[in-house]
């Protein structure tokens, strides 16, 4: 049952309802209790809360005990991004391997059942899809989050998406807006820039939006970019012209406007979460996403008085922190009549789809002059997988396992794996170094290399350029964006690295599709 603490102002329950705070533990923490008490209304998961389906079903039911109607909200993309399944890697491939199916259908398939599995653990609000263009395959921290580089594929899914995931009752939060994907630098440590006119943005960043608002998403998550042609001054976290201006007024867009995290470095380093914070509500966002970082009461409270602050000193309307905290419940009214049960996804079981869409993902050729992929014979003895590890960003985090030594150790038992990895010291001559200590630790078997983002890491192409002189057979397996030229005696794009992309590649090595 909902309570509200006596005395608490409105002004004061206002400024608490309008934040996403996140907590860390398996069990919710006295002080978030309290404040759900007092009128806080969203509670953000990460991997670190989540153990179990069963321990998160009854961690969303203690926070429904104290609020019925609380919005639950996780990052949970499927792909490289998973909460869910933090510590064993998901059982759904991420938005660029559905990008590389191109089908519809399938996209919006497994968006339910990936809706209906949070919906079934209490959960109701996901930050997802990321409706970013990838366009600059530079791009350290969306890639593979993303559906692709074109355009009218990233619309068609990004819209199929939200269908699917909302169909099970569980809202989309379509993001980054006004759009990523055009971006070398990662928000959490920098403040990115897009330098494109505004013509190239409505066409191209925009047109993905366009879609989920048409397709009816229930929030919108804002990007902590700067774009010149759309607002020189402020990122777009904190702009009136791009959350109200466009989104709103042009867009024609009405429901809840969320931010990206507020302790990234784009807007902690530049404005601090209790400037950028007033700011974003002053702008339009109606939610502020916080707690990836800092997850505590004392940031809640921070927040909570300088919202109230802002107010009182005459710098953010009261009516503009009203407005957002009524999206916030509207949004928890939505939640409670969509229903949180979804119908399995149609033609494929639901437990069974995202490994069919991590096999249809899946794209296997040869280099040139070495054939037919068709006639590769699978490995029948147990190889050595060398896994060439880039640093993983911040969305993904590096307590997510992925490759594909795992699932070939099921399919062909005695498979050996090492990681090796850039060190210190020149990108070439670290990639050789990589290259020679993993033909050293292979020794007389078939080696697997697999790489991710083999274009963004020079010391990476270094290293299979030692591999591939030495041992020609090699077979190489990309789970980023496969940008660079295929090579290798079988180069297996899987356009992902989520545990059942892994598994797709697996069975094509052993010869075991379907087992």
Request: charged residues 20%.
């Amino acid at each position: 049952m909902t309570t509200l603490a006596s005395g608490t102002d409105t002004l004061t329950r206002d400024a608490l309802t309008v934040l996403q705070p996140g907590f860390t533990g398996t069990t919710a923490p006295d002080w978030l209790l309290r404040r759900l008490g007092e009128g806080l209304a969203s509670v953000g998961l990460f991997g670190r809360n989540i153990a179990s389906p069963g321990q998160l079903a009854a961690l969303t039911a203690q926070l429904r005990a104290e609020r019925d109607d609380v919005l639950v909200a996780i990052d949970e993309e499927g792909g490289d991004v998973t909460r869910l399944e933090v510590r064993n890697g998901s059982s759904f491939p991420g938005n660029h391997a559905l990008g590389a199916v191109d089908d519809v259908e399938l996209t919006q398939q497994v968006a339910h059942e990936l809706g209906r599995r949070l919906a079934a653990c209490g959960v109701n609000l996901n930050w997802a899809p990321s409706a970013d263009v990838n366009s600059d395959p530079r791009n350290p921290v969306i890639g593979v989050r993303s559906f692709g580089a074109d355009t009218g594929l990233a619309a068609r899914h990004t819209a199929a998406y939200v269908t699917g995931l909302q169909s099970a009752g569980v809202a989309a939060c379509t993001k980054h807006f006004p759009g990523h994907g055009d971006t070398a630098v990662d928000s959490h440590h920098a403040l990115p820039r897009i330098d494109v006119s505004a013509d190239v943005l409505a066409e191209r960043e925009l047109a993905p939006f366009r879609a989920a608002v048409a397709a009816g998403t229930r929030a919108v998550m804002s990007a902590h970019i700067l774009v010149p042609a759309l607002d020189p001054d402020r990122p777009a976290t904190l702009s009136h012209r791009i959350l109200t201006g466009l989104l709103r007024d042009e867009l024609g867009y009405d429901g809840l406007i969320v931010t990206d995290g507020m302790e990234m470095h784009a807007i902690a380093g530049t404005y601090g979460i209790e400037r950028g914070s007033v700011l974003a509500i002053a702008a339009g966002a109606d939610a502020i996403c916080v707690g990836g970082g800092l997850a505590d009461d004392a940031t809640v409270l921070r927040l909570r008085d300088a919202l109230v602050s802002a107010v009182r000193a005459g710098e953010l309307p009261e009516e503009r922190l009203a407005e957002a905290a009524d999206r916030v419940r509207a949004l928890a009214r939505w939640t409670g009549t969509a229903g949180m049960a979804g119908r399995p996804a149609e033609g494929t079981h639901g437990t069974e789809i995202g490994l069919h869409a991590a096999r249809r993902a899946l794209t296997v050729t040869a280099a040139p002059g070495l054939g037919d992929p068709a006639t590769f014979k699978p490995l029948t003895e147990p190889p050595y997988v060398a896994a060439l590890t880039p640093v993983a960003n911040i969305a993904v985090g590096d307590e997510t396992p992925w490759g594909i030594a795992a699932e070939l150790i099921h399919l062909l038992p005695g498979t050996v794996t090492g990681s090796f990895s850039a060190g210190d010291g020149p990108e070439s001559e670290a990639g050789e170094n990589a290259g020679r200590a993993a033909l050293q630790a292979a020794g007389p078997r078939r080696i697997v290399a697999v790489v991710r983002d083999e274009h963004r890491h020079p010391w990476m192409a270094s290293a299979l350029d030692a591999l591939l002189a030495a041992r020609p057979d090699t077979v190489v397996v990309e789970m980023g964006v496969p940008q660079a030229a295929p090579r290798g005696a079988l180069h297996i794009a899987t356009h992902g690295a989520a545990r059942v992309c892994g598994r797709a590649a697996a069975e094509v090595i052993a010869g075991a599709m379907g087992r």
